[in-house]
């Protein structure tokens, strides 16, 4: 009975079209809504996303910091912006271990099947991912306070370092959506995480002087986005000249986001 | 086969696939797969693991692209609209999907919101689901503490949120115990007497007994064979009824006296023997008269129907 089937015709201007941007706008929040739901539900998340960075500020305040020398500041001052870069660099691993379990579970493949805007999944991902940062980078503030961290600029000053911040959370957001959508599971997408990221957190000038690197990795060091965004904030937090450090933060965060973000979306469509 | 609708007031089938063919790289999940499934029915996909039934559902649900043939859900081409193909399906899936850390009614309610219901509308929704999957108790704590059937019944609720006419189910009671599968049943039992179109696939033979009005056995990315349950049943034979008795001697006389009733003896049983019942009822209660003249006693009487299982190994030479 099938062989002589044909295809009923369907004429496209029936229905509606849910495409435009009014529901993209809708759809991400919605999104953004569920993930924090699920972020509030599960505080364990947060905390242990503190646990790492308050690990870091006692161990380089207290242990290291002493044998740290850095000519013009106290250390702790220079200390405390290298760790809310790196608090932003590991947090970023929250977004591909979230988008991994949901894969993982089957909820992208239902949603997937709904008459919503398909980037929407994506950006409220990434969008509840900047509302953590944001909270956990005041949390950190607060936390760097109680250690003997001062800013030495203006409010206006360090709620641009925040910025600053965000942003490249936002960029590194869109090299984890990638991996969380290329392995199978949360346990996957962290243990791929951080091969990458200890690189980048380590060998930049967040906790020591890059001078007293070999040279080679000094290069390296002194170049990369999270020393660029470190400094930037530093320059914002304790003063100093910000302009050259704010815009190469600024550019690499908008490169990565340019080069990684059409990547995503397309490994997304595909997946 | 059938000329005949059995919901006259709809226009067409509510799910047509037409020479699927679906490669990933060197595997070939589909290789040719056709069917319809008309309005106000179900269609069971039967076969064993990978043979293709989770594809096939997900062209359906535009999750996946067929690398060749076409397919169209409720009247709309699914590659060519897959957006308006989303808007009259629900899927539930062999997963629950639904989100662990959300509440029952959360999870509901950002499916209606999904589907572009407004916000009042999606509560008012998610409430009346809760309540008719018995889930109203439970709505409004986290998922992750619901047990198995209870995520089951919120994922099919998710499913239809939108009032879809059409349901694609890919083996929504697998892991579930008889009970909770019982009521799964009989929800998409009630959910098709309204009017859902069903496509179901499953390993489960009583599943697609129960359920479906119309069976397709595939098995390698091909139909291997499709009808009713009884279509496929008579396949394999018709009924019979099986005698045993005290000793191999009485049930070689019994042979030579039922001869006419096409009796035999069980290779695997020489105290037993199988007589086709074509004339149902009224041939058993010949039988028995017959032997009961003879004074042959019977010890045991066994029906033997042959269920899908039998048709499914004989097909697929698996065991389900």
Known sequence: MTSTSTLPTFDPSVGTSDGSIGWVFRDTLAMTGRNLTAMRRVPQVLVFSLVQPVIFVLMFRYVFGGAIQIPGRDYVDYLMPGIFTQTVAFGAINTAVGLAEDKGKGLLERLRSLPMSRSAVLGGRVMADTVRNVVVILLMILIGTLVGFRTHTNVLAVAAGVGVLVLFGVALASIFVLIGLSVPNGEAAQAAAFPLLAPLVFASNAFVDPSTMPSWLEWWAVRQPVSKTTEAVRALMLGGETAGPVTASVLWSLAIMAVMSPIAIARYRKS | ?320
Do not use: C
Not at chain 2, 41 to 51: E, I, K, R, S
Not at chain 2, 132 to 158: C, I, K
């Open chain 2, 1 to 320: 086969m059938s000329s005949t609708s059995p919901a006259p007031h709809t226009k067409g089938p509510a799910i047509v696939a037409e020479s699927l063919v679906k490669h990933f790289g060197d595997v070939h999940a589909l290789q040719g797969v056709s069917f319809e499934v008309p309005s106000a029915t179900v269609l069971g996909l039967l076969g064993p693991n990978g043979a293709g039934k989770t594809t096939a559902v997900r062209i359906l649900t535009t999750i996946l692209q067929p690398s060749s043939g076409r397919a169209a859900v409720a009247g709309v081409d699914v590659v060519a609209h897959p957006h308006e193909v989303r808007r009259r399906i629900g899927l539930a899936g062999q997963y629950a999907a639904v989100d662990e850390n959300l509440t029952g009614h959360e999870n509901l309610t950002l499916v209606g919101r999904l589907n572009h219901l407004a916000k009042a509308v999606a509560r008012a929704r998610s409430t009346e689901l809760l309540a008719q999957f018995q889930l109203t108790d439970a709505a409004h704590r986290p998922v992750r503490t619901y047990s198995g059937g209870m995520r089951r019944r919120l994922d099919l609720a998710a499913a239809l949120v939108a009032h879809p006419p059409v349901l694609l189910l890919d083996e929504p009671t697998t892991g579930l115990d008889p009970s909770s599968r019982q009521d799964l049943w009989d929800v998409i039992a009630s959910l098709v007497s309204d009017g859902t179109t069903v496509l179901l696939t499953t390993q489960y033979l009583e599943e697609a007994d129960r359920l479906a009005d119309r069976i397709v056995v595939i098995d390698h990315g091909l139909v291997v064979a499709e009808g009713t349950a009884a279509q496929l049943k008579s396949r394999l034979g018709e009924t019979a009824v099986a005698l045993s008795f005290r000793h191999s001697e009485l049930a070689d006389r019994a042979v030579h006296l039922l001869g006419d009733f096409g009796a035999s003896l069980l290779p695997s049983d020489p105290t037993s023997l199988s007589i086709p019942l074509r004339g149902g009822a009224a041939t058993v209660r010949e039988v028995l008269n017959l032997l009961h003249a003879h004074d042959l006693e019977v010890g045991r009487i066994d029906l033997h129907e042959p269920t899908l299982d039998d048709v499914f190994i004989s097909l697929t030479g698996a065991r389900s």
